[in-house]
């Protein structure tokens, strides 16, 4: 007889209790901390982050899982393997990043401190839970602990309408995403008398239940199919990126598409690769889709809209989706472990996504409307800020010299090809080409002479009239907000130099 007593490995679950401990911390402190000293919290959050990051170096050999019901491993709620970690690392230094990308952002009349550094913790401590799940109820709750406060956090510009409008959209797609997966959930339990993902996979499933799980297993995808923007549940995308705070844009365009494509994985692939052939040519249509509506609709982005910049990342961040559902799809096809290509490319895209966010909030300090021409002639008053973004945006338009960004795409183009689904790499090869476009525009903008001083000397005078002419103004940058470019800088430009350590990473092989 097993035992239902369950045993927890402290070690195992340190990252996300870190992170949730530290959440709290703050909740608390908040209240004590007078107004002047509330940047305090901001690096209290950073030092919680960074310490979860520290933790996974002792976990690193991938073979540690808790919350065990019997010895048998099939039946653990946790477990700290190699995807679970590279999927953890993504999330706290996506995370931790984005609370860089905060520190100025929060305090007086902006963004109250206390509730924001609170809901963001919150938020990624659920993320960093979710990937470690290995039963159905604990996926779910990690879900929703990722969710809920994310809901909040979109909506934390007071008085903005653009914001609660976007609120209220994340919420009501959410909420139906969590709806359909909960239904799909149960229909599987039904079907199969466990939640643990290891006995799902291998549950024999009375012939009389077999359409009840299949109709379990579609639901579930289709829950998370919100949560990684794949069309056509991606409507919610654009206006929740451009309403939230710019920093909350960026955590959803990189942690909140990793909670999402990591859940998938896990529902996919570890619990019902029984039911590929249900699952594998639904996921495959959804990438050529996602890729294609992303991409198309980014093309079409006018340069003078308010709040392009953050829209055409938007876009773009949808169309990556779809490049990201290729592995997953591959992988019902063969035998081979396609999953490390997914997480290596969401690695490379969480890296340089945040760096092109941060330089977009550089950009907003002295040009708050956020139209991708306010960019034209940044080389001639932000000279990094515009090599950064400029090798961010051919990263993620995989040219070299973003190797990185072309690795990715390669790996993944191969990952369709070996599978047998030529169809796909052909779609993902023509969307390739249609990203091109809009990310050498941008790139195009910044080196482009500034509006309004054509015809004019570099000593700013006007060779006619001999006028002195005004230099653009530009607001000082906080030490954070660049230390977010150059960290994503310096690390896309070493993972060029190596990409096949992303790739070893992301497959477990380094540790």
């Known amino acids: 007889m097993s035992s239902l007593v369950q045993s927890v490995d402290w070690l195992a679950i340190a990252p996300p209790v870190i992170v949730a401990a530290t959440a709290l911390i703050i909740l608390v402190a908040d ?6 000293r509330k940047p305090l919290l901001g690096w209290t959050a950073v030092a919680g982050l960074a310490a979860a990051l520290l933790m996974l170096l002792p976990l690193r050999k991938g073979d540690r899982v808790t ?16 995807f679970a970690l590279a999927v953890q ?8 990043l984005t609370a860089l990308l905060s520190m100025s952002e929060t305090g ?32 779910v709750v990690a879900l929703e602990v ?3 406060p994310a809901f ?17 959209k994340f919420f009501l797609s959410s909420v139906t995403a969590t709806a359909v997966t909960l239904l799909g959930v149960s229909f599987v339990y039904a079907a199969t008398g466990t939640l643990h993902l290891g006995r799902i996979a291998g549950a024999q499933v009375d012939p009389q239940l077999d359409t009840l799980a299949q109709t379990g297993v579609v639901l579930t995808l289709v829950g998370f199919a919100f949560k990684t923007a794949a069309a056509p549940f991606h409507f919610w995308v654009p206006d929740t990126y451009v309403g939230a705070p710019l920093p909350v844009a960026a955590y959803l365009s990189v942690v909140g598409k990793a909670v999402g494509f990591s859940g998938l994985i896990l529902v996919a692939v570890v619990a019902f690769p029984a039911y590929a052939d249900v699952w594998g040519p639904a996921v495959a249509v959804l990438a050529a889709l996602t890729m294609t509506v992303g991409n198309t609709a980014a093309l079409r982005q006018s340069a003078t809209r308010a709040h392009s910049a953050v829209r055409l990342l938007a876009w773009s961040s949808v169309g990556q989706a779809g490049y990201l559902l290729v592995p997953i799809a591959a992988s019902a096809y063969t035998s081979d472990d396609e999953i490390g290509s997914t997480v290596a490319y969401a690695l490379m895209y969480a890296v340089v996504n945040l760096g092109a966010f941060g330089v977009v909030a550089v950009v907003a300090r002295s040009s708050p409307g956020g139209r991708i021409s306010d960019f034209r ?3 001639a008053t932000r000279p990094f800020a515009a090599l950064a973004l400029s090798f961010f945006l051919i990263c993620l338009a995989g040219l070299p010299p973003g190797i990185i960004g072309l690795f990715a795409k390669v ?5 369709a090809v070996d599978a047998g689904l030529g169809w796909l790499a052909v779609v993902m090869a023509v969307n390739v080409v249609f990203a091109l476009y809009y990310y050498l525009q941008w790139t195009a903008v910044l080196f482009r002479t500034p509006a309004g001083t054509q015809g004019r000397t570099a000593a700013g005078t006007d060779p006619a009239g001999g006028e002195t002419v005004a230099p653009r103004r530009t607001a000082a940058v906080p030490v954070p907000l660049t230390l977010v470019v150059g960290l994503a800088a310096a690390t896309a430009v070493a993972l060029s130099g190596a990409p096949q350590l992303i790739l070893r990473f992301a497959s477990g092989s380094l540790f």
């Not at 209240?31 to 002047?36: A, D, I, R, S, T």
């Not at 206390?114 to 659920?126: C, H, K, V």
């Not at 993320?127 to 996926?139: G, H, I, W």
């Open 31 to 36: 209240l004590f901390v007078p107004e002047h």
């Open 67 to 82: 919350f065990c019901v019997t010895a048998d491993h099939g039946a653990c709620s946790y477990a700290a393997d190699h």
């Open 89 to 96: 690392l993504l999330v706290l230094g996506g995370a931790l």
């Open 108 to 139: 007086g009349d902006r963004l109250p401190a206390g509730e924001f550094w609170f809901l963001l913790l919150a938020s990624a401590s659920g993320a960093a839970l979710l990937p470690a799940s290995r039963d159905l109820a604990t996926l």
């Open 146 to 148: 990722a969710s809920l």
């Open 152 to 168: 909040a956090l979109v909506g934390m510009k007071r008085g903005d309408r653009l914001s609660s409008e976007a609120a209220l």
């Open 377 to 379: 002639g940044l080389w």
């Open 411 to 415: 790996t993944v183009f191969q990952t």
